[in-house]
């Protein structure tokens, strides 16, 4: 999925500690559906109900917003549905003129969401419905500004502003939890996607175009530039979505997952902009699209705004051209070789493969049953108890599943699919061999009922788990559905669906077995996908790459030459023109003035333990977490820690094996995790503090329970299965290096942080790029019952009530017996001696350094001390951060010099940082870093009241985003940062003046800090030190 704002989920300024850490995937967890929103609750509400057992719902007499029947605003309410299971009432209306679905979700949420949704099928691999997504949002015929969805970031407190284009469908989408914002995003995204312009300029830019290398000169190379072309060249360089990707155009070959819906490069340019507006024709026909509201405000208003300005201009068309038939299905299977890039940060050479059985299975459309392979999939292949478990991970032979592992519906026909990563090619028989022992033992043995019951009560506990981002993530869960026209209503009767498989399971004992022999067992529709790395595949990107251009430079007469140079200038000049966002509607402060209000928080102590209580409404949730103080363990141990936390819950206790703590844990809670956190002193950044921390949650009636697992883990744990031990560390190292190619903007962050100061650097030991070559080195000159004894010295000197705090949040009525229970838990944790609580932090001499990746497009970074969160200049500088995105960044280093992205940001341990995200000039983008002061200077009228507080609003955006019930008091708990602090921070934030801008514009960029570093993640340059007057280490 491609989504328009990828790079932009730095998200709030408090948190971003070890944020590129978080990125990672874990591999313990391998559900498609966690991808989707990180603890988003309708995880579940994907794999679904059913349209063929109906069962009766007694609704009592209730009273209902619209009515079965009767017609709105042009739209007849067709169906209505209160669903108990999230405490919602689900209205589906459809539009009389066109024909338009409207899902409107009524529920007591602040964050409410609006989408526009088009079932878009390209049929080839020029990035079509990917290159519209971006085109609509540069402007339309009301809102006629170049880029009003950029302009719009900073003029609104949205709590998410977001284009996506799927295999199938793109999706426009935002929430916000205030009306008046909500009502102007609503106007501007539906101008967007029903009249956008689509500028030719605009297509250029967007899409691609022929260039001189200098614009100024007409004999100077032509080169190929374009937003979504340097985004897609990107994109294929990250293995686990190159691979992910040709599972789905092989497994479903014959249709329009045959293609690259987001664009090859090398085809793109065969993209013109006649097709593009056919496209826009044909499938952004209101017929064709599905419209998505969801909250508390007035759905009236939405009702009158779309039938009247959009929907009643149009007439039904017959949108069947847009419907995606089944695949057909195979009478073989199938094996399909492809070659990657050689990731040079990855595994060695020789094991740097992948290869994956993929299962066609049943429609989306059959919810009852995709929700039963769902959770029959988890079964199979989730955790130490799962068969493919047993079968691939534990034998060792791998570097565990890879990303593509598990049950996917994202498309019409299901798909199954285990793969592993980082084998050897000898061993990609034995996947094979082991899928279909495995299989056969499976049906023959059947699967143990306490096992298939852990996996149904974190299916049920999920669904009372409370998100802000409830109302997005029901959305992005039923994207797929709805677009194949499945009941997406149904699909939310998540209860239901677990009691019909309850009592199937209950009256044949075999009907697991049964499914298995039906897709596993007689399912021709198979597809073996292997991979292996290529040392020339980027030498042959590049080359054809060349021959395209070669090609279609050969083709040029003069007339096309010229038009080529003038249109050059054209874009530029219109890049460089300042836009007319007055035309734009904007919040104003008396829209923005109130601060969130959050509950109160508790401070007691309780057996010696300093411990936070809040007391929330958390349906029936009590959420626990206790942090452990690690800031006095010596440096080698620290450097541990991050591998601790990844295998310390899977180890198992004395008391209970691994297998069995894996059940029990499950049975009880959400899971026990652990994660490494990292605070430096808000007040005067001169030391910082590491902790630990364990996180779970459980129903209330198991938080006994719950606490009881945590003691057995805490005290219990054991570490002596070296066997065991030695196949999590290998996992844990194939699984670091994932994802760098996506996320490389943090990691250039983390590297440039690392060259300012001592704390950072030890951040980007634990987190960043140098996190992955120490683990590899460690592990290569250490065996394992060594790396066993000393991370079980860990563990033996902070799991004490000495280093401990905890928080908890609970329910009103829950809380006292929640707190009593907790007094249990501590008065049996040990005490010991006392930790160290803080380090020192030294900051460091300026120095630069690059991490040699082979990709074609790179990520840059420059860091700099400024001053710590509690610091009076920090808001400003929060304030000045965004505007220095939206006003020059984006501008200079996105639109002129075609990177994906970029942007500034300060965070609360007082570093300031530029960014830029898959950019294919590192050099010209850091000269553009160092030219901000001359920038702010010749610019000074940009610089108005306007811009000042849109500015505010950005910041705003981060300080009121929504959190969860569970996460609450988090700010205070792991930063020190009380609500006090936060207020005055937001009201110190909301009154800085232009005055006071310059003020520290003068203190913090006339001259270059006597503490920056700088780094890039990519491939080599040439000139590097020439062109940006810098020594740099190369690091290969
Ligand atoms: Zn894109």
Not at 11 to 17: F, I, K, N
Not at 73 to 84: D, K, N
Not at 754 to 759: I, N, P
Request: with cysteine; aromatic share 10%.
């Amino acid at each position: 999925m491609f989504s328009r704002l990828k790079f932009m989920s730095l998200a709030s300024d408090r948190t971003t500690v070890l944020r590129a850490q978080r990125s990672r995937t874990n591999c313990k967890s391998v559900s498609k559906f966690d991808g989707m929103l990180s603890d988003a609750n309708p995880k579940k509400a994907n794999i679904a109900s059913s349209s063929q057992i109906q069962v009766p719902h007694l609704i009592k007499k209730q009273v209902y917003k619209f009515n079965e029947g009767k017609l709105y605003h042009g739209f007849q309410c067709e169906r209505v549905e209160r669903i108990p299971d999230f405490d919602l009432t689900s209205y589906t209306l459809r539009h009389e003129g066109t024909g338009t679905e409207l899902w409107h979700i009524d529920r007591n949420d602040a964050n409410n969401v609006f989408s526009i949704n088009f079932r878009t099928t390209p049929f080839d691999s020029t990035g079509l419905p990917h290159i519209l997504e971006h085109l609509a949002l540069c402007g339309s015929k009301n809102y006629p500004v170049r880029d009003p969805f950029f302009k719009m970031l900073n003029r609104s407190v949205a709590t998410l502003m977001n284009a996506m284009t799927g295999p199938d469908y793109t999706l426009y989408h935002l929430s916000t939890m205030n009306e008046v914002d909500f009502r102007n995003l609503q106007r501007i995204y539906l101008d967007a996607v029903f009249n956008p312009n689509l500028a030719y300029l605009d297509f250029l830019q967007e899409g691609w175009r022929l260039e001189h290398k200098d614009l100024h000169n007409r004999e100077s190379e032509l080169v190929i530039k374009g937003v979504v072309y340097n985004e897609m060249k990107g994109a294929v360089s990250d293995n686990s979505k190159v691979f992910n990707r040709n599972l789905r155009n092989n497994i479903l070959p014959d249709h329009t997952y045959g293609h690259m819906y987001g664009g090859n490069p090398l085809e793109i340019p065969k993209l013109t902009h006649t097709d593009l507006i056919e496209f826009h024709r044909k499938y952004y026909h209101p017929s064709n699209a599905r419209i998505y509201s969801y909250g508390s405000f007035d759905l009236t208003k939405t009702l009158a705004l779309v039938d009247k300005e959009y929907l009643s201009l149009h007439t039904r068309i017959d949108n069947s051209y847009s419907r995606i038939p089944l695949q057909q299905r195979w009478s073989q299977p199938r094996h399909v070789h492809i070659s990657s890039r050689l990731d040079n940060m990855g595994a060695a050479f020789d094991r740097q493969n992948q290869i994956a059985i993929a299962l066609l299975m049943c429609e989306i459309t059959n919810i009852q049953e995709t929700f039963e392979l769902n959770v029959l999939s988890e079964i199979l292949i989730r955790g130490p108890n799962s068969a493919f478990y047993k079968s691939l991970i534990e034998p060792n032979f791998s570097g565990g599943y890879n990303q593509s592992t598990g049950y996917s519906s994202g498309t019409k026909d299901t798909v199954f699919v285990v793969g592993l990563q980082d084998l050897l090619v000898k061993d990609f028989k034995k996947l094979n061999d082991f899928f279909n022992l495995t299989m056969y033992k499976a049906m023959k043995e059947g699967f143990e009922s306490q096992h298939v019951e852990s996996i149904l009560h974190n299916t049920e506990l999920s669904l009372q788990h409370q998100s802000p981002h409830f109302g997005n993530a029901l959305l992005f869960n039923s994207t797929a559905l709805w677009n194949h026209d499945g009941d997406v209503v149904s699909n939310l009767r998540v209860l239901d669906m677990i009691a019909r498989l309850r009592t199937c399971l209950k009256l044949n004992k075999n009907y697991f077995q049964e499914k298995m022999n039906k897709y596993f067992e007689n399912n021709l529709h198979k597809l073996t996908l292997t991979m292996s790395p290529d040392e020339l595949y980027d030498e042959n990107f590049k080359q054809a790459e060349l021959d395209m251009l070669k090609h279609k430079t050969n083709e040029l007469d003069n007339e096309k030459l010229e038009e080529i140079y003038q249109n050059g200038l054209k874009l530029d000049a219109s890049q460089k023109a300042t836009p007319n966002t007055n035309l734009l509607p904007c919040l104003s402060l008396s829209d923005v003035k109130e601060p969130p209000i959050w509950p109160k928080l508790r401070i007691q102590t309780i057996q010696e333990v300093q411990t936070q209580i809040c007391e929330v409404p958390t349906n029936e949730i009590t959420y626990l977490k206790c942090l452990f103080n690690i800031t006095g363990l010596s440096e080698d141990e620290i450097k541990l820690v991050p591998l601790f936390c990844n295998i310390i819950n899977d180890m198992g206790t004395i008391k209970h094996d691994f297998r069995e703590f894996d059940k029990l844990v499950l049975s009880k809670t959400a899971g026990i995790n652990f994660k490494l956190n990292f605070v430096e002193n808000v007040e005067d950044a001169k030391s910082y503090q590491l902790s630990l921390m364990m996180t779970t949650h459980a129903l209330d009636k198991n938080v006994p329970d719950m606490l009881l697992l945590c003691r057995d883990l805490l005290q219990n744990f054991t570490l002596e299965d070296t066997v065991r031990l030695k196949m999590l560390i290998e996992n844990y190292i194939s699984n670091i290096s994932i994802g760098i190619a996506s996320s490389g903007h943090l990691y250039a962050m983390l590297g440039a942080a690392a060259l300012v100061s001592s704390a950072s650097k030890l951040k980007s030991l634990l987190s960043g790029i140098d996190h992955i070559d120490f683990m590899k080195n460690f592990v290569q000159k250490n065996n394992t019952a060594d790396i066993r004894d000393q991370l079980k010295s860990i563990g033996k000197k902070v799991f004490n009530k000495s280093n401990m705090r905890v928080a908890i949040n609970s329910s009103d009525s829950y809380l006292p017996k929640a707190v009593d229970h907790l007094n249990n838990f501590l008065d049996k944790m040990p005490t010991l001696e006392k930790l160290n609580e803080s380090s020192d932090i030294t900051l460091l001499h300026p120095s630069c350094q690059q991490y040699l990746m082979n990709i074609p497009v790179s990520y840059c970074a420059k860091a700099f001390f400024a001053v710590p969160y509690l610091h009076k200049d920090h808001p400003s500088l929060c304030v000045l951060s965004k505007l220095l995105s939206s006003k020059y960044l984006l501008p200079v280093v996105r639109e002129q010099n075609g990177a994906y992205g970029a942007g500034a940001k300060i965070s609360s341990d007082g570093i300031f940082s530029f960014y830029s995200y898959r950019d294919p000039h590192s050099t010209k983008t850091l000269v553009a870093f160092e030219k901000t002061y001359e920038w702010l200077q010749s610019e000074n009228k940009k610089i108005d009241q306007q811009a000042l507080f849109e500015a505010k609003l950005g910041v705003l955006q981060q300080l009121d985003s929504p959190i969860a019930p569970g996460n609450i008091g988090m700010d205070y708990f792991l930063y020190d940062i009380s609500q006090e602090m936060l207020t005055k921070y937001r009201s110190r934030m909301l009154s800085i003046t232009i005055d006071e801008l310059h003020d520290v514009i003068e203190r913090y960029f006339k001259e270059n800090s006597k503490n920056y570093g700088k780094c890039i993640l990519g491939p080599p340059i040439e000139c590097l030190e020439l062109e940006t007057s810098e020594k740099w280490r190369i690091i290969a």
